[in-house]
């Protein structure tokens, strides 16, 4: 059988500097565990603006869905701030969320013990933190409609639809259920019906859907802005919180937080089964282009090379190499190595992206 095809967009900023290391992950797996793919590059943000003049191409949106996985960098940068809202980095990611129908993102955010001290929060409210939001990714408001900036009378309005149909609140409710069942079965869906109609829906649903198909699992349901505060408060109540778009975006930020840096978690962003019965995937780390060090060698790659451990989870099937990686990356903190970002007030000496992949690299075959 040929190779599985891997479609590797670094993007902007810090995404070809980390992304470098996960590709020395991937031949890393080739050499040595016999677990090849055929890997292929391209652009996408503002990198694929400046050589095509769009965010994201037509080429490289029919690469990406004949793709058995794409891994993507990141996005963005203030050199396309003033860019018509079309045209800007970030709508090439969400064409890729939308046309490849990525509905379910899942967000771990899980505690390293080596870096519980680096958190906000006390050691005892996140040591040991293990969970995952899973967040709806192609509706909501940020592809409703109708949508846009126009003139009522002699002022503009901006305007953003929140639209949801109980389809799309089932499927995404039901990858919460199914993954809650291989860990502490327990969801908690969040929404605000008190104020939204779509979030009334979405209750109702989450509900029918659970005594359906999911009695087993327990069921819990929570205003976000209380959640919000629950997450900073006691998040070791969760295992999986199932949110909509706009509101997972805002508890994913806030739940890496909990880990120590944003640096570290990685995502992955899965649609229905392909023909080949591996879901529709895209994985990415959760933090951003980081135009602020881009080109300077001291980011973290670890959220880009976890996110690649997802891949091997959710798309080859292959967990145990998954557990592999996620291990050596667990070692390799616990041996006190710190990118820049996983310093914390008292300072110290940060390694640089490079060394930091040699060093996961080392602990992989130290592994063998
Ligand atoms: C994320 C990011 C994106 C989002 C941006 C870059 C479009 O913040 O993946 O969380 O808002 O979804
Ligand atoms: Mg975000």
């Known amino acids: 059988m040929a190779d599985p095809t891997l479609l590797i967009l670094p993007g902007d900023g810090i995404g070809p500097e980390v992304m470098a290391e996960v590709r020395r992950v991937i031949d890393w797996y080739g050499a040595r565990r016999g677990l090849r793919f055929a890997v292929e590059e391209d652009l996408v943000g503002g990198c694929a603006y400046d050589a095509h003049g769009i965010p994201l191409t037509d080429a490289t949106m029919a690469r990406a869905q004949a793709a058995d996985a794409v891994l993507l960098g990141a996005v963005g940068g203030p050199k396309y701030d003033a860019l018509d809202f079309s045209l800007k980095p970030e709508r090439g990611l969400l064409r890729l969320r939308k046309e490849m129908d990525l509905y379910a993102n899942l967000r771990p955010a899980q505690c390293f013990d080596a870096l519980a001290d680096f958190s906000s929060l006390k050691r005892e409210v996140v040591a040991g933190l293990d969970i995952v939001i899973v967040r709806e990714l192609t509706s909501g408001i940020y592809f409703g409609e109708p949508r846009g900036i126009v003139t009522e009378g ?123 019965g591996r879901p529709k995937a895209l994985y990415e780390p959760v933090h951003g282009s980081a135009p602020d060090i881009a080109g300077e060698g001291k980011a973290n790659p670890i959220a880009c090379i976890l996110s690649f451990a997802m891949a091997l989870r959710y798309s080859f099937d292959a967990g145990e190499e998954a557990a592999r990686l996620e291990a050596s990356v667990e070692r390799v903190l616990a041996d006190g190595l710190r990118t820049a970002d996983l310093l914390g007030p008292e300072g110290g000496k940060p390694v640089s992206t490079r060394a930091m992949g040699d060093a996961i690299l080392a602990a992989l075959d130290e592994s063998l």
């Not at 979405?202 to 999911?214: D, G, I, K, P, S």
């Not at 802005?225 to 629950?230: R, S, V």
């Not at 840096?261 to 080949?276: E, I, Q, R």
Request: some cysteine; glycine content about 6%.
């Open 154 to 276: 002699n002022e503009r309005v901006g305007i953003n639809t929140q639209r949801y149909t109980e389809g799309e609140i089932a499927r995404v409710a039901r990858v919460a259920f199914e993954l809650a069942r291989k860990r502490s079965n327990k969801v908690c869906s969040m929404e605000k019906a008190n104020v939204m109609e779509s979030g009334v829906l979405w209750r109702q649903v989450v509900t029918e859907v659970h005594a359906a198909e999911f009695p087993d699992v327990a069921l819990s349901h929570m205003y976000a802005d209380a959640g919000a505060m629950q997450l900073c408060r006691w998040p070791k109540q969760f295992d999986v919180i199932v949110t909509d778009n706009l509101f997972g975006d805002l508890l994913s930020d806030a739940a890496a937080m909990l880990t120590g840096s944003l640096g570290m978690l990685p995502s992955a962003s899965l649609g229905a089964p392909m023909a080949n």
